[in-house]
Antibody, heavy 119, light 112 residues
Framework: EVQLVESGGGLVKPGGSLRLSCAASGFTFSSYSMNWVRQAPGKGLEWVSSISSSSSYIYYADSVKGRFTISRDNAKNSLYLQMNSLRAEDTAVYYC????????????WGQGTLVTVSS | DIVMTQTPLSSPVTLGQPASISCRSSQSLVHSDGNTYLSWLQQRPGQPPRLLIYKISNRFSGVPDRFSGSGAGTDFTLKISRVEAEDVGVYYCMQATQFPQTFGQGTKVEIK
């Protein structure tokens, strides 16, 4: 069974940093591109970042470019999102999502971790 | 970025009756490889999104056959043939034809 479990969320002050993790199991993690997608409270879904299976290709939404860094450790079956210079508008539930191997749909999602940026 | 527009934003439905959600994209979703990467996601209250339909009309693993997708080009539809209580939630269309993937605003399906 595919499982994605996020952790690392919490309350942080504007300008602060946080590192999110996503632990994957039930599939060959190193064979899949992975993504972070966020959802502000009561709002819709916004793609944040993606990383290819071997970390060769990395992409960011314009809203987080230069502040967030995605990475992965295939030996640990883990995905990460380092978030710096956090702003109030980054407040959201952050989901990690697996990308279908042959096209960029998201077939499995984690439960999400809440990041709150507030003074 | 491709803009995805869903209608209606809210859909009160009687149990056992059909429901239909429309999604329109700001440009054609036909990829250069000939496929159309339009999917539908379901988000039940307090739950993460779940993939229901991919490439317009293909049901994902475990999705009941009362869910169906159709459409082409820029206009797409998700239909629920007979709404059940467990179908309550928000439904999103998503395009993966052009980077970055973008989502519709969501349509809330609730029971009358």
């Amino acid at each position: 069974e595919v499982q994605l479990v996020e952790s690392g969320g919490g309350l942080v002050k504007p300008g602060g940093s946080l590192r999110l993790s996503c632990a994957a199991s039930g599939f060959t993690f190193s064979s899949y591109s992975m993504n972070w997608v966020r959802q502000a409270p009561g709002k819709g879904l916004e793609w944040v970042s993606s990383i290819s299976s071997s970390s060769s290709y990395i992409y960011y939404a314009d809203s987080v470019k230069g502040r967030f860094t995605i990475s992965r450790d295939n030996a640990k079956n883990s995905l990460y999102l380092q978030m710096n210079s956090l702003r109030a508008e980054d407040t959201a539930v952050y989901y990690c999502a697996r990308e279908v191997q042959l096209w960029p749909d998201f077939d499995y999602w984690g439960q999400g971790t809440l990041v709150t940026v507030s003074s | 970025d491709i803009v995805m527009t869903q209608t209606p934003l809210s859909s009160p439905v009687t149990l056992g009756q059909p429901a239909s959600i429309s999604c329109r994209s700001s440009q054609s979703l036909v990829h250069s490889d000939g496929n159309t990467y339009l999917s539908w996601l379901q988000q039940r209250p307090g739950q993460p999104p779940r993939l229901l339909i991919y490439k317009i009309s293909n049901r994902f693993s475990g999705v009941p056959d009362r869910f169906s997708g159709s459409g082409a080009g820029t206009d797409f539809t998700l239909k629920i043939s007979r709404v059940e209580a467990e179908d309550v939630g928000v439904y999103y269309c998503m395009q993966a034809t052009q980077f970055p993937q973008t989502f519709g605003q969501g349509t809330k399906v609730e029971i009358k």
